[in-house]
């Protein structure tokens, strides 16, 4: 199905448009606005009080947010609290469009308690201050789920600490820097005009003492992160090239100071400051990540934040950190199975597509053991808690944390080319120095700290951020998200690929349908499309979408036996839909392919549904690729059903391992990488977070990016899973661009080392050169990148 | 002479009065969300509560 353009915003739908009066929209908000304007004719917009058209859908019967009711809960959820005023944030991941903003700032119109609502829309949040004697926080949460905006409220936030301002402070000293280099370029100036050294010795003082304050904080504040970084790297025995920036910092700082000190002018102070407002350019271009995707989800990120536990005195609900052995708690449909637990009372169908990636309902009975993670489907259930929360199966194997060593500082190309490049540059330093403490030894001081100066890598040290900063946009508009420039090096250097296969090779929701047994009629199609629409189970849902247009009626009784089937009438209709059991009486042995959904209208056997698993789109191209240039591998917790379809797929030499426990497949990955691979797994349940975890990239895929995915490097749009190799192509791109980069800089440094040694390294050419290598760097790196996507990528 | 003093004490004081805005401005956080004042400046603060133009209309 194409998507269409919302008619109110214009922009795009996707799969499942809202739509009114047959008008597609993109959200609720674009369709509560449209509405509003349409109702009451457009010249009267502003007239109207806001809101006025939006009808509150409320649902009563949904407890969804009754753990809000909690003191401890609500205490911690709360930002601020002064008496009856209260102050709150939600993230909200429908969050994604102008009307949307306009919608949620405009909350106070609903309701009189709200005072005011501010969105944050790059995090996806809003920030709520109310009045909590006329609204509880429960009652604020449903009133934002009514209209559609429903709030993802998860343990983590609960816990979190106040966000990192590391962006603010970077913001700082790059206003710093900036303000420190025009003004010294200003004072430089006239020493760089013809008639400059006739500058009179007054202002020549002036000038230097000026520019020599203006430096102090530029370098003691400023760049002290690379002071710090490079004496980290040095402490674990690794020159990093932060070494060679603080270096040519410190020299270019002690050089003008004694140039100052000396009454001679203010030296390079000039280069200095622009040395550093380049660089935390750089840093700060690079650093500009996905702020409301989330790439470092645990266990507390997906599991809900209380638990209706069932006492003595009746239901109560308690946050989830109190729950205790042997504790009976309630799971009503929909909801979340947070300890490993053992089924008390009721039927369980439980749902771990979140786990495995696979959608079908495991049926558990009273006395099962049931794993903490899945999700129950269909009637409530009690269960008796077997293992507190942190104990879990789960929740251990997310706690096992592999110690990944972080490849920021170590290992990787930009590093080891500086370790070269450091080494030789101070070669070329003491071998000037030498030299010129023969040819002129009053000079041979000045030579040594120009080499110093004039070969800080500057340009090289943008070419990384500039080139891979660029890269990652690239990918982000593409639906590939990375988690910090890092990755695309690791990416580069993959040798291996190892795919899960249930929900990341195989479609989650859209399942392939066929139907067996006799044709049925449009009428009798359109009953069972009416009787599934009902139905919450997986298999109603493929069936609901599945079955093309007919028409739907309302049944006159309608009964959902769950783990069963359904049956309905309609008029003089009855009509069975369900499991071989439940429709024939007798029990079919499951087949591990494909699900089954049995029909008889009227008892009279009419056939069954075959579900089957589907595979994504695309899937042989990107095998077929990928297969080209890495070795293929496949780790599933599944069954080795279609291990002869995979087996054709992937050819002879992949390794196809069916039946993987979570721990196996962290092992496998561990294996491959003492054999010297370079691993990138591919998955998407939280069974696969483990070797996630552990491989050198971790890509997970989702249908929805900002929904809850295990911890990964990387989370690529499930639609855009045939662009895998695609992707993995341009960072050798990348590599390239580098590369050329490189060159580049290298070129510029060995101008200047050259006049730099021949003691000809003026301030005005070192003002010159220094800002122009940086920028034709910057400019080459970014320019290609985009050139390259346009003609690599789809979209660019 | 004495006016290039004059006119570069008034740059650093101009330009510093600048960079303090600046550095108040990021740490009340006007730079964490680039995009909602955007949109927020087009939305009507409040509507006006008479009836003259709706009456004009008609």
């Known amino acids: 199905m194409a998507s269409e353009k919302c008619v109110h915003c214009g922009a795009d739908c996707g799969k499942a448009p809202v739509s009114w009066n047959d008008k597609p929209f993109c959200c609720h908000g674009c369709k509560t606005v449209y509405q509003i304007l349409n109702e009451k004719e457009m010249g009267a917009y502003y007239q109207i009080q806001p809101m006025s058209g939006i009808r509150i859908e409320s649902d009563g019967t949904s407890k969804k947010f009754a753990f809000l009711d909690n003191e401890e809960i609500r205490a911690n959820l709360l930002e601020f609290e002064d008496g009856e005023v209260a102050k709150v944030k939600f993230f909200i991941p429908s969050i994604h469009c102008a009307s949307c903003i306009w919608l949620l700032e405009h909350l106070d119109t609903l309701n009189p308690a709200i005072s005011f609502s501010t969105v944050n829309f790059p995090k996806k949040e809003v920030y709520i201050t109310f009045n909590q004697s006329q609204i509880s926080l429960r009652q604020l949460a449903e009133l934002l789920t009514s209209i559609h905006y429903i709030p993802e409220i998860t343990l983590d936030q609960l816990e979190k600490k106040k966000p990192g301002k590391n962006n603010r402070s970077l913001l700082t000293k790059v206003g710093i820097a900036s303000f420190s280099f025009l003004n010294i370029m200003m004072y430089s100036f006239p020493e760089y005009l013809p008639g400059g050294d006739l500058l009179e010795q007054e202002f020549k003082n002036i000038f230097g003492w000026l520019s020599f304050v203006l430096i102090l904080p530029v370098v003691f504040y400023a760049a002290n992160d690379y002071f710090l970084s490079a004496w980290k790297g040095l402490k674990h025995k690794i020159i990093s090239i932060d070494v060679p920036i603080a270096l040519g910092i410190l020299a270019l700082f002690i050089q003008s100071s004694i140039v100052v000190f000396s009454g001679k002018g203010i030296g390079y102070m000039d280069s200095l400051s622009g040395l550093v407002f380049f660089l935390l350019i750089g840093k700060w271009y690079q650093g500009k990540t996905y702020e409301a995707l989330s790439f470092e989800r645990d266990y507390k990120s997906y599991f809900p934040v209380a638990v209706t536990r069932i006492a003595e005195k009746g239901e109560e609900i308690i946050p989830i950190k109190n729950l205790r052995e042997g504790d009976i708690i309630l799971v009503r449909n929909q909801e979340l199975i947070p300890a490993d637990a053992m089924l008390a009372e009721g039927n369980g169908s439980i749902d771990y597509s979140f786990v495995t990636g696979e959608s079908m309902p495991v049926p558990k009975k009273q006395g099962d053991f049931i794993y903490a993670g899945g999700r129950q489907v269909g009637s409530s259930i009690k269960l008796k808690v077997q293992k507190e929360v942190e104990q879990s199966y789960l929740t251990q194997l997310w706690n096992q944390k592999v110690d990944h060593q972080e490849s920021e500082t170590l290992d990787n190309h930009i590093n080891k080319i500086s370790q070269y490049f450091t080494i030789s540059i101070l070669a070329i330093a003491f071998a000037a120095l030498i030299s010129w403490l023969f040819i002129d030894p009053s000079r041979a001081i000045f030579v040594f700290s120009s080499v110093l100066i004039i070969a800080c890598p500057c340009a090289l040290a943008l070419t990384i951020p500039f080139t891979f900063g660029s890269t990652m946009r690239v990918f982000g508009r593409n639906g590939f998200y990375i988690k910090k420039t890092a990755v695309i090096e690791q990416l580069h250097k993959t040798t291996s690929v190892v795919f899960d296969k249930t929900g990341t090779l195989t479609l989650n929701r859209k399942n392939a349908v066929q139907f067996h047994g006799e044709e049925l009629s449009q009428q009798q199609l359109g009953l069972i499309k009416s009787v599934v629409r009902h139905s919450s189970h997986p298999l109603s849902i493929a069936l609901y979408n599945n079955l093309e247009n007919p028409e739907i009626k309302n049944p006159d009784s309608f009964e959902e036996i769950p783990g069963m089937g359904i049956t309905a009438v309609f008029q003089d209709i009855r009509i069975n839909v369900g499991s071989s059991a439940f429709v024939k009486g007798e029990a079919q042995p499951e087949t591990a392919t494909e699900s089954r959904v049995y029909i008889s209208v009227n008892r009279e056997q009419l056939g069954y549904f075959s579900i089957g698993n589907s595979y994504r789109t695309g899937l042989e191209k990107v095998i077929e690729d990928l297969g080209k240039r890495f070795d293929l591998h496949l780790i599933s917790g599944d069954n080795d059903a279609e291990s002869q379809r995979l087996r054709a797929l992937f050819g002879p030499k992949a390794e196809l391992l069916f039946n993987q426990s979570p721990t196996e497949k962290r092992d496998f990955i561990k294996k491959l990488q003492s054999e010297g691979k370079n691993v990138l797994m591919i998955g998407d349940g939280l069974n696969d977070a483990g070797a996630l975890a552990a491989s050198d990239t971790g890509i997970s895929i989702a249908d929805d990016v900002f929904s809850f995915s295990p911890a990964c490097d990387a989370i690529l749009e499930a639609s855009k899973f045939d662009q895998l190799s695609r992707f993995l192509q341009f960072t050798h791109l990348s590599f390239w661009v580098v590369w050329i980069s490189f060159t580049i800089s290298f070129l510029y440094n060995l101008i200047g080392i050259g006049f730099a040694v021949m003691a000809m390294l003026s301030p005005l050419f070192a003002a010159i050169l220094m800002p122009l290598s940086s920028v034709s760097v910057v400019l080459f790196a970014s320019l290609s990148i985009g050139f390259l996507a346009k003609r690599n990528l789809k979209i660019a | ?58």
Request: negative net charge; glycine residues 6%.
């Open chain 2, 1 to 58: 002479m004495s006016a290039i003093i004059f006119l570069i004490i008034i740059g650093i004081v101009v330009a510093g009065g600048f960079l303090v805005a600046f550095i108040w401005a990021v740490k009340s956080g006007q730079y964490d969300d680039d995009y909602s004042p955007s949109v927020r400046m087009l939305f009507e603060n409040k509507p006006p509560k008479d009836e003259n133009l709706s009456d004009k209309k008609q």
